[in-house]
């Protein structure tokens, strides 16, 4: 058995790349002062510990996050910064919306579809939202990203 590593500067460093700079420290800021020292952990626990482990590459643990995410529901917040991540390390706008189709039959169209909300108001932020990625799109895009009545 390999034992865990925690690094908390690898996690701070993952989630810079990740979500960028700006939205890590706004973000951690405002959470801090309603909950001292909740953000720390979640860094230094999740980004600098789980996301370290060997095993799945950084795209693969997106997908878990995104499909994880829909299927739980009433996380929309945590959702819509996980599909901003995932089109920040270069996953496409038509991945995103398979791995929420995909999950359908599985979690329930009803969540799929909330899924596919989130990403469609992702996607209609522009690129410059997702941290400069370059195939975010709108949300009506001819290649089919966000399908008609996702919204």
Do not use: K
Not at 43 to 48: C, D, I, M
Not at 82 to 98: C, Q, T, Y
Not at 130 to 149: E, I, N, V, W
């Amino acid at each position: 058995m390999t034992p865990s590593t925690i690094d908390r500067d690898a996690g701070y460093r993952l989630l810079a790349e990740m979500a960028g700079p700006s939205t890590v420290e706004s973000t951690l800021t405002g959470l801090d002062s309603l909950a001292p020292g909740f953000p720390d952990w979640i860094v230094t626990a999740l980004f600098g510990g789980t996301y370290q482990r060997e095993g799945l590459a950084l795209r693969d643990r997106q997908i878990a996050n995104l499909a994880a995410l829909t299927a739980i529901g009433g996380v929309e917040p945590q959702l819509d910064d996980h599909v901003r991540n995932s089109l920040r390390i270069g996953m496409s706008p038509r991945e995103i919306v398979e791995v929420m189709v995909h999950l359908a039959p599985y979690a329930g169209v009803p969540r799929a579809l909330a899924g596919l909300r989130v990403a469609a108001g992702v996607f209609a932020d522009g690129p410059g939202s997702a941290g400069g990625t370059d195939d975010a799109g709108g949300a009506g895009d001819a290649d089919g990203t966000a399908p008609g009545g996702a919204r």
